[in-house]
């Protein structure tokens, strides 16, 4: 079926490869973490002859050893990518984590993708499918993404498939159920002595023939009468379904005019439904069972994912300009055209050093070539100021991954995907090029972090890798922001949940050798002052030679929110000389940047300096400087100074079932609704404002009370009085600290 790749699944110690881009599928296994995802890419792999019976590639170490597991958890954590050789076609399954903390990895398996498998355990609740995948769902269908949906752990005690595909077709097929419809529905065996029929096989809807696997092997044979009468109902409504997305217009007038439609034209409208995403078949795939080479449904699958999604010729490539910005014609997937590939992940190895993952989407990319890498990156979402980056840097060697071996690759064509080697100034999100003829591609967009760690080195010898080891760390996952606060002297890591926080402080320490701790996350507050108040500062000391001597008078009074310090001079008959004006007012911005009741910035004052003495011999500008500081304190003691909390402004995106619980949350935060608005069908944003130290942990909370379905942005809107009660346990905490 189709053009033919090079290589024959199973080549010992050799990568699969395609010479043409008809030839690849390119696709990304989406799903709620648990639900199989990549003991079902292993299932796949044996069954196309890449691991043997034990599911281990020929140098012993299995499939999912590619993924970085957390030791602890046995979490996949990052996008990790399996090529696979079958039946003449080059697959390239992306295995993405399921776990919310990793969306960046996620989102990078989609952007090199062209086509989408949603896994779905049917040992899961149906609320952790709703979760989980559904705005997965509307951003591939967004971008008219195909998908199809295989469910695993069939044997579980509670499977019920006939109920799970109806939920799904619930939910990714709110707008047309008919076009979220199984393919072929499990057989079950004889039940045991308790009382569990276990699953043995798969019939087919459309050929109406029994796959049997129970011996390991797959069996065909055609289905008894009582087989066919329960297999009626489901193979006429998923006719009717195909029909349906049928470009054939005529079709469905002849199936209702009782025309039998023959197999071949019901597979080929398929396969184009699919190919479209029009059309969403539900599968059902399990591990071989011991000793047997094909899993249940694996072959199934296969077939699908071969002839039914897209080829990359059917996928349009990203806008692309030249890096001053100038457009370009659109991309074609071409071999022959010029070259233009995006770095979808970078990953560090302790040998090899950065490796880059690519998607080729025009021309050949070969080792040893010098290339043009630009781009902004992606750890500033927005780019601004962030300034585009260039360099021509070599090529060093392409290969193709698969467990722990990097099996060498003679070139990547338009539409594969490859690991390219010692590309030192590439960051996730940037384009490669031809040296002569350099382009950008137009970047997609990853989550902004909201979930603050604020760290330090463990000690001495940390403090000396701590900077180069959190850049390291920011450069391989763009979904970490790395930020230096300087009103609270931190150094801030930015995560997307508590989760993500555990894997950058494990990267941190083994591959980079960094030992830090995690202390509290600080707010910048602010001072201020209650109301108008004057003060002198006298400093006069005598000790031997030239002493020090300044005297000034100033009076304080608030301003607006915003407004920052402003310093006047109103001295007149030069009781303070011209020289040591800039001195006094030097000394006042000194004071006010270390702040007076809290050790907090002080804000939104006018200070008027109105008079003062000098010494013609003992006047310096230090003198005046420890006066002009010592002066603003003296006003500070006689009226209340007000602390200052931030305050952002919150917009939360959550189903509308969830808007109640939301605002009553961030009533409970201490923050002020003003107001709603519809974003779609079922979806609505609540807009509020709320204190920056009520929402550390929001992006955790939030998730908690939407059940995962809820996303947030926040920005800085103000600062504003703190509640007294609150002011006070700040001070007390700094009188201790003190």
Known sequence: MGDKAKTPAGAAGRAPTADRPSAVRNVVLVGHSGSGKTTLVEALAQTAGAVNRAGRVEDGATVSDYDEIEHRQQRSVQLSLVPLGWDGYK??????????????????????????????????????????????????????????????HLDTARTDFTELTAVCAGLF??????????????VRGAEGADGHAPVTGLVGLLSERIFDYSSGERREAPPDEAQRELIAEARARLIEGIIAESEDETLMDRYLGGEEIDLKTLVDDLEKA??????????????AADGGTQGLGTLELLELITGGFPSPLEHEAPTVTTPDGRSRPPLTCDPEGPLVAEVVKTAADPYVGRISLVR?????????ETVHVSGHGLADRSHDGHDLHEADERVGGLTSPFGRQQR?????????????????HAETGDTVSAKDDPLLMEPWTMPEPLLPLAVQAHGKADEDRLSQGLARLVAEDPTLRLEQNQDTRQVVLWCLGEAHQDVALERLRGRYGVQVDAVPYKVALRETFGS??????????????????????????????????????????GA???????????????????????????????????????????????????AGALALREAAADVPVHLLEPVAQV??????????????????????????????PGRTVVRAEVPEIEIGRYAIDLRSISHGTGRFDRTYARHEPMPPQLAAKVREQAEKGS
Request: proline share 7%; hydrophobic share 45%.
């Open 91 to 152: 697959i390239n399954l992306l295995d993405t984590p399921g776990y919310a903390d990793f969306v960046g990895e996620l989102r990078a398996g989609l952007r090199a993708a062209d086509a989408a498998l949603f896994v779905v355990s049917a040992a899961q609740e149906a609320d952790a499918v709703a979760a989980s995948t559904r705005m997965i769902w509307e951003e591939c269908a967004a971008v008219g993404m195909p998908r199809a949906i295989v469910v695993t």
């Open 173 to 186: 097929g709110r707008d047309d159920p008919d076009a979220v419809l199984p393919l072929y529905l499990p």
């Open 274 to 287: 699919v190919a479209r995403g029009a059309f969403h078949p539900v599968l059902a795939a399990a591990p």
């Open 360 to 368: 080729v989407f025009s021309g050949t990319l070969r080792p040893d």
């Open 408 to 424: 060498p690759l003679a070139e990547c064509i338009a539409g594969d995907l490859a690991c390219v080697a010692r590309l030192g």
């Open 532 to 573: 108008a108040a004057s003060g002198r500062g006298r400093h006069v000391k005598q000790s031997g030679g030239h002493g020090q001597y300044a005297i000034c008078e100033i009076d304080v009074e608030p301003l607006p929110p915003g407004s920052g310090i402003e310093f006047v001079d109103k001295v007149v008959g």
């Open 576 to 626: 303070v000389p011209r020289q040591f004006v800039p001195s006094v007012e030097k000394g006042v911005r000194a004071q006010a940047a270390r702040g007076l009741a809290t050790g907090h910035p002080l804000v939104d004052i006018r200070v008027t300096l109105r008079d003062g003495k000098a010494h013609s011999v003992d006047s310096s500008d230090a003198a005046f400087q420890t």
């Open 651 to 680: 917009d939360v995106l959550v189903p509308d079932e969830y808007v109640g619980p939301v605002m009553s949350d961030l009533s409970g935060r201490r923050g002020r609704v003003v107001g709603t608005d519809q974003a779609g």
